[in-house]
C-alpha cells in the first residue's frame, strides 16, 4: 500500500489544492477505506468560502471498498476486506440515550451545533490525526465510531453515492412529513435533497407529489417530472397558492417538505396557507428567524411543525434499497464527475456557478 495519500485539501476559503497525506497505520478497532466516490452536497457548497479550524479534506457523501480492517473493527461493523460499503457522516459517541435510541445524529458527540470542535466526516481538520477525514481523497480513515452500510451490487458508484441524500428524502418526506398513501405532498426546492423526497414519496405510495421551483431551475423541474412528480411549479411565474388550490380542488395539502435552505420565512407562511384545513405538517430547514409568525393561524390550522435535520440508520438503509430497486430513472441525478485535481469545480457546479443542469455530483479519487 502505498506511502501517502493523494487527497484535495480545502486550505482556505473557497481554495483547494492537491496534497499528499501520510498513509495512517491502522489499529485493531478501526479500518481504512478506498473511496470510489464521493459524492457533493449541498452543504459544502456553503461550507466551501467559510474558514476552517486548519486545512480539511472535505467531502461526506462517501462510497468506497473497505482496504484494510482491524479484528475488533471488522466483528463490530460485520465486514471484511474487500467489502463495498457507503459511510455516513456521523461519528457518534455509541453510548449516551440518543444513541441507544437509534436516533445518533441527535447525539452530542455527532452535533456540529453542540460542538463544532467534534470529529466528523467532511470538516475535521488535517491536524486531528490521522488527518484522513474526508472523502475528497483516495483513502478515508474509519474509527471504530463509522456508521457503516453495506451497499447493494448492481447500481453504479455514482448512484450509490446518493445513499445520504436518499436517507434524507425518506426521512424528511416520509418520516417527518408523513408521506404515503392517500397523501398530497409539496416539495419545495428541485435541488438533490428535494428531488430525493419526490422520490421516497413516490416509492411510499403517495397519492399526488409537487415540486416547486425557481425559474432558473427549469431543468430540475423537467427531472422532477420525469421522476414522477404529478405537476412542477415555478413560484416566480405562478402564484403557489392559487395553483395549489387549483390541482387540489381547494382541499390543499398534508404535507410540506422545504429543502430549499432558504433564508427567507416565506416558505413556512406558504406552508401554512396551502395545508389542508386542519392537521397538515411542515418539515422545514434552518431558517434563522420567522417574524410575524402567524401563530393564531398556525394553531386554528392545528400544523405541526417539523424540522428537516439528517437521517436516521433505517431510512439511509431504504434510501440504499430504492436505489437498486431500477423503479426510478436516478441516473438523471447523477450528471456531473470530477477528479480529485477539479475538487473546487465540482463543488461550485453543485452551487450551480458552472452550469444548470449539475444536480449530484460526485468526485472520482481515482480519475
Request: charged content about 25%; glycine content about 12%; proline content about 7%.
Amino acid at each position: 500500500m502505498a506511502e501517502n495519500v493523494l487527497a484535495a485539501v480545502k486550505v482556505a476559503g473557497g481554495k483547494t489544492e492537491l496534497r499528499e497525506v501520510p498513509m495512517p497505520d491502522i489499529p485493531p478497532d478501526a479500518g481504512l477505506l478506498k473511496v470510489e466516490a464521493a459524492g457533493v452536497c449541498g452543504s459544502d457548497v456553503g461550507a466551501y468560502p467559510r474558514e476552517d479550524r486548519g486545512p480539511v479534506i472535505m467531502g461526506h457523501e462517501n462510497v468506497g471498498v473497505i482496504a484494510k480492517v482491524g479484528p475488533i473493527a471488522s466483528k463490530l461493523w460485520g465486514v471484511k476486506e474487500g467489502d463495498r460499503v457507503a459511510i455516513e457522516e456521523y461519528l457518534p459517541c455509541g453510548h449516551c440515550e440518543y444513541c441507544r435510541e437509534g436516533e445518533y445524529r441527535l447525539c452530542k458527540t455527532a452535533d456540529h451545533f453542540f460542538d463544532p470542535n467534534n470529529l466528523r466526516f467532511g470538516s475535521t481538520p488535517l491536524t486531528v490525526e490521522p488527518g484522513l477525514w474526508g472523502g475528497f481523497s483516495q483513502y478515508l480513515y474509519l474509527p471504530p465510531t463509522t456508521v457503516i452500510h453495506r451497499v447493494p451490487k448492481g447500481p453504479p458508484l455514482e448512484q450509490l453515492a446518493m445513499a445520504l441524500p436518499m436517507g434524507n428524502g425518506v426521512q424528511w418526506a416520509c418520516v417527518e412529513g408523513e408521506a404515503g398513501p392517500g397523501k398530497d405532498v409539496l416539495i419545495m426546492g428541485p435541488g438533490q435533497q428535494g428531488l430525493a423526497c419526490l422520490v421516497a414519496s413516490r416509492a411510499a405510495g403517495a397519492n399526488r407529489v409537487f415540486v416547486a421551483g425557481l425559474s432558473r431551475d427549469t431543468y430540475r423541474l423537467d427531472i422532477a417530472k420525469k421522476l414522477g412528480a404529478d405537476a412542477v411549479i415555478d413560484v416566480e411565474r405562478e402564484d403557489i397558492r392559487e395553483r395549489i388550490a387549483e390541482l387540489t380542488d381547494g382541499r390543499g395539502l398534508d404535507s410540506v417538505v422545504d429543502t430549499t435552505s432558504s433564508r427567507s420565512a416565506q416558505v413556512i407562511f406558504d406552508g401554512i396557507d396551502i395545508l389542508k384545513h386542519k392537521g397538515g405538517v411542515i418539515v422545514a430547514q434552518g431558517i434563522p428567524t420567522v417574524p410575524d409568525f402567524p401563530m393564531g393561524k398556525f394553531t386554528r390550522k392545528y400544523i405541526t411543525l417539523k424540522s428537516a435535520r439528517g437521517h436516521s440508520y433505517k431510512s439511509v438503509e431504504i434510501g440504499l434499497q430504492y436505489i437498486a430497486s431500477g423503479r426510478f430513472p436516478l441516473h438523471l441525478l447523477t450528471t456531473d464527475r470530477f477528479g480529485l485535481d477539479a475538487v473546487d469545480r465540482a463543488i461550485r457546479s453543485t452551487g450551480g456557478e458552472v452550469s444548470s443542469t449539475s444536480i449530484h455530483v460526485t468526485v472520482a479519487p481515482w480519475g
